[in-house]
């Protein structure tokens, strides 16, 4: 991927994600790594052996141990002192916060389980996946990542209280990002995880993940703070890449099994979509922020089908060394700019059809900043197909506003 001075993001073509390879039989759900160099399975074996060595010390010692044990509890002084009140009840401010956070949403989350069928040389072979997933809808309409479910031939939700739906299918994907809908047949009154709003998170607000840990630990809850806004990656899953942009990024744990899981502030509202994780660092992981989904899931709602908006302009994200190099006077927003073959407004486009021209920088999406609310790309898809938004835009150093209705995108 690009230096991010240098790189384009499309609305079209340009920045559709390549499929990702389905996982390898036999193998949970894998974390999304930024490090495309990382093994398949190498961290989990890691872990593993490093608890056989744990255990194995605790062996060890155990006769050594056990004798001096019987001879403290032999002299009465040395007897333990039994509390007499419960200090797990105690809770501090910041604990009681995350408790109510985590109880209010921890009903709505599922975990995502899966059937990939692959041929090899033996044959055909099916292999179990897992993953998480969040209840958007009382009829059972499911938000999760789409690298979970990808290549899978049959797909099963548990939900918290245990209850497992065999009658699931998948309802649409979203073409420019790695998010997934699924839905229960038959399901009513599900517990619904509240949506919040992603624009206006601040670095260093403390956040938690839910989700379906090494696919073995349902509902596994850790805690962190945001770490910074707008990232953009290559992640990793088994064996396909692909470009992510627009990120948030937690030192919250995120663990295999976790993607398609959410991540939600201290009000138990869902603010991120946990969906990779840095292998090669300590508490390094990304959530696609939860406004890039409303878009297709009002729309979902509205009709039943799962589609995406589009603008139709190849853009560049302003930074300050952007602006140095394209003379900008402007030092945020989204500098409309052809990449090689790829046009700046797409032909019959919703932004042709506005009037919006190559060398353009829009500045708003509504009262939004590009840049400071949001990457212009993930802004787009809070809005479903049909609805009309303000764009400000500056344009030889003169601001206007244009009104542009967006149009449902077809690959």
Partial sequence: MKHESQSSHSEYDADRIPPVAPPAPEQHEQPRYIDTTARKGGGSRGRLIGTGLAVAGVAALAGYGGAWVQERVDDPSSSFVQSTNDGNAQMSGEEKNISEAVNKVSK???????????????????????????????????????????????????????????????????????????????????????????????????????????????????????????????????????????LLQTDAAINPGNSGGPLINTSGQVIGINTAIAAEAQGIGFAIPIDATKGMLKHLLKTGEAKRSYLGVNFISITPEVAKEFSLDQQKGAYVQNTGTTPA?????????????????????????????????????????????????????????????LEEYNA
């Fill in 345 to 405: 407004v797409l032909s019959g486009s919703p932004a042709e059809k506005a009037g919006i021209k190559e060398g353009d920088i829009i500045l708003k999406l509504n009262d939004d900043v590009v840049g400071e609310n949001g990457s212009m790309s993930n802004m787009i898809a809070e809005y479903a197909p049909g609805e009309t938004v303000t764009l400000t835009v500056s344009r030889d150093g003169n601001e206007r506003q244009m009104r542009v209705t």
């Fill in 108 to 246: 709505s989350v599922v975990s995502v389980v899966t059937e990939v069928t692959s041929r090899s040389y033996f044959g055909m072979q099916v292999g179990e996946g897992a993953g998480t997933g969040v209840i958007v809808s009382e009829n059972g309409y499911i938000l999760t990542n789409k690298h979970v479910i990808d290549g899978a031939s049959n797909i099963q939700i548990v939900t918290s209280d245990g209850t497992t739906y065999d009658k699931v299918k998948l309802v649409g994907t979203d073409p420019l990002n790695d998010i997934a809908f699924l839905k229960i047949d038959g399901a009513r009154n599900l517990p619904v995880a509240e949506i919040g709003d992603s624009g206006s998170i601040r670095v260093a607000q403390q956040v938690v993940a839910i989700g379906n840990s090494l696919g073995q630990y349902q509902n596994t809850v850790t805690s962190g703070i945001i770490s910074g806004k707008d990232r953009p990656v290559t992640a990793q899953s088994n064996d396909g890449v692909e470009t992510l942009t627009g």
